[in-house]
């Protein structure tokens, strides 16, 4: 990846030397010749390091504070740099001084590896703002369904610059399952950055993805960095890729080949090393035949592929278990929401189709925790519509009911939640498992 240096001296013929050095070694430069000049342009441009002349910090006590205020680490340098100075201009925040009179090749050898740590401040500050995965993929289930899913997201997580395709309905997880892939691997902590792809303007995607030269376009008024550079030595999921514009596919595609692009208006080639994902709900062969997506960038995503199930073709226990972890991170958000989920709520849950997948389970029960709370469960009362329009348990309508149909459909909708499994059922039940199979016997339920 190619660092960016922002140099600061009112001297503009050493301006131009100096920069012409580090641009020699590949680095981006920018350069100014007053210190509030530097500043506007570090905040604007936000480069891996700063190169101060010393006498201009001489000169401005607080220059250097200003300046290591934000991400980027500073370099103080000059000729014959009396130990007081360095003294304190490091006491204002300097990561480290150059006295370039006896080595002048010093100022550059610094200044590269501070920029690595420059790097590496944003991105500790990008793994912070992201953050981790809510679950891990234990969070998938026990069937041996899902236990071989999981068993994938492990083996993929080592593949750490495979390019991933993950395929499934909207809403199963597959930014989820990427993040976990991405936190299990070699690039754990560093960056993972996401991108959604639809609805999005092609030059603003472009500009988004691969960066843009100053004057690209009207707005490009500086310099700005792509994801691309941005997840250096991490994760880039790509949301949607059928949605890609057909325009960008090519420079995707190169990309992939050659693990270099260039920036939207520049003419530089740029290396990154960040591994990219890449989700679609469609199917990519159809978009294919329909001349929608390229064939040869297909090919190329297709190498390495991961599918997730809709949660109403997962196990009862899976989506018990699914509701169970979303419940439970919610709980954290609502402390004031219910603690449990009445059997019927759970019943009507394990028969419900879940279109919406995943995504639909969190705002359904994060609106059932925001509209119950200070209650003691969520019934369904608390649901939206669909939930409660056929009668049952905890409707707010009269249903005639005996106490042996009451019974019969709690034990029913207990032991559904459970899977069948009748020890547990009982002990949830408050019986014997031995009263349970009598009760099974009378009432006629079938597992």
């Known amino acids: 990846m190619t660092d960016s240096v922002l140099l600061i001296h009112d001297d503009p013929g050493l301006l131009r030397t100096i920069g012409a050095r580090f641009e020699q070694t590949g680095s981006e430069v920018l350069r100014e010749l007053t210190g509030d000049a530097g500043i506007a ?32 680490p500073v370099v103080v340098f000059g000729e014959q740099v009396t ?26 050898t610094l200044a590269q590896r501070a920029a690595i740590e420059g790097r590496r401040r944003r991105v500790a500050e990008l793994v912070v703002q992201r953050g981790a995965s809510k679950f891990g993929a234990d969070a998938l289930g026990g069937s041996p369904a899902m236990r071989q ?28 399952a990427a993040r976990i892939i991405h936190d299990l691997g070699a690039r754990a902590g560093r960056p993972f950055l996401d991108v959604r792809l639809g609805g999005q303007n092609p030059v603003y995607l472009e ?37 890609l514009p057909a325009e960008l596919q090519p420079k995707l595609l190169r990309v992939l080949e050659t693990r270099s692009f260039r920036r939207l208006g520049g003419t530089q080639d740029i290396s990154a090393d960040t591994r990219l994902m890449v989700t679609t709900r469609r199917a990519l062969a159809t978009e294919v035949d329909a001349e929608r997506f390229r064939q040869d960038l297909f090919y190329r995503l297709s190498v390495m592929s991961l599918a997730l199930p809709a949660l109403r073709e997962r196990s009862l226990d899976d989506r018990g278990g699914v509701i169970s972890a979303i419940h439970l991170e919610l709980k954290g958000m609502y402390p004031e929401g219910p603690s449990v989920l009445s059997p019927e709520v759970l019943g009507r849950f394990h028969d419900y189709a879940w279109p919406g997948n995943i995504r639909e389970v969190e705002l359904v029960l994060e609106r059932a925790m925001v509209v119950a709370r200070g209650q003691i469960a969520i019934g369904v009362e608390h649901l939206p519509g669909e939930f409660r329009a056929r009668p049952g348990i905890g409707d707010r309508r009269h249903t005639p009911m005996s106490i042996e149909d009451l019974e019969h459909q709690h034990i029913e909708r207990t032991l559904r939640y459970h899977g069948g499994n009748r020890t547990r059922a009982a002990k949830e039940l408050g019986i014997s498992r031995a009263t349970l199979i009598n009760k099974i016997k009378l009432y006629g339920i079938t597992e």
């Open 207 to 243: 500009s988004l993805i691969f960066g843009h030269e100053k004057g690209a376009f009207v707005e490009a008024t500086s310099r700005r960095r792509g994801l691309l550079e941005l997840a250096d030595g991490g994760t880039l999921l790509l949301r949607e890729i059928a949605d």
């Open 83 to 108: 130990p007081a100075a360095m003294a304190r201009v490091l006491g204002d925040g300097a990561s480290q001084v150059a006295d370039t009179a006896t080595t002048p090749e010093l100022l550059l």
């Open 41 to 72: 342009t570090l905040e604007r441009a936000q480069p891996d390091v700063v190169c101060l002349a010393m006498h201009l910090a001489d000169g401005a006590p607080a220059l250097v504070q200003r300046l290591a205020g934000q991400e980027a």
């Open 149 to 176: 899913l999981a068993n994938q997201i492990g083996l993929l997580a080592q593949s750490e610059r495979t390019t991933l395709l993950l395929t499934g309905e909207a809403g199963v997880g597959k930014a989820w």
